[in-house]
């Protein structure tokens, strides 16, 4: 769902006239702010979910079609500001001098997806202690997989060019994709809507 070679594309073009200190200090806070805000939905967003009369089949249905929006943008190489930001932000962030919170840290890195994804996992994980540690241990190691690619978004993206991030992002859209699928299933199937068939 972060999508390390996207976010680090879409930042290499947001960054491109900045000093180099400043986008290392910038992705580096990028980052850890979404850490925090993805940390946060991890351990609290089943409470709140509950407190807002959200049950998990309805949140797993949901997480599961905008992972499906997303697989899909993927794939054919469009956006629909779902995970990246829409040309009104863009046009928006291109005029702020700290690009960590907006767009950076949330909606490229922590986006509504990767929120839903990081509750659904974490719910999946059902307090079991190591399942629980899985979960967050492939968080943190896409986080900091993130961060690398930010330091380095110039040298990869000219590395691929614009064809190879798209053929990365399109393979990652059809696995994408696949879990969304299996997302709406298991909402559907948890709902008990189709109890009576």
């Not at 407190?51 to 629909?80: D, E, K, P, Q, W």
Request: proline share 3%; glycine share 10%.
């Amino acid at each position: 769902m972060i999508g390390p070679i996207d976010v680090a594309a879409v930042y290499a073009g947001l960054t491109a006239g900045m000093p180099p200190k400043q986008r290392r200090q910038t992705a580096i806070k990028g980052v850890l702010i979404a850490a925090c805000i993805l940390l946060l939905f991890a351990f609290f967003g089943k409470s709140l979910l509950q407190y807002l009369g959200i049950t998990l089949a309805s949140m797993r249905t949901a997480g599961g079609i905008l992972l499906l929006l997303v697989g899909i943008n993927m794939v054919l190489a469009t956006s629909s500001g779902i995970s990246s930001t829409t040309a009104d932000e863009a046009e928006e962030a291109s005029h702020r001098a700290d690009l960590s919170v907006f767009p950076l840290a949330t909606p490229l890195i922590a986006g509504a997806g990767t929120m839903g994804a990081v509750v659904l996992l974490m719910s999946d994980a059902d307090g079991d202690t190591m399942r629980t540690a899985a979960v967050i241990s492939a968080l943190l190691a896409n986080l900091l997989l993130s961060l690398m690619f930010l330091l380095m978004a110039t040298q990869i993206q000219k590395l691929l060019g614009v064809t190879g991030l798209n053929v990365i992002s399109r393979v990652i859209g059809v696995l994408l994709t696949s879990l969304a699928v299996q997302f709406i299933f298991d909402g559907i199937r948890g709902s008990n809507l189709l109890s009576g068939l």
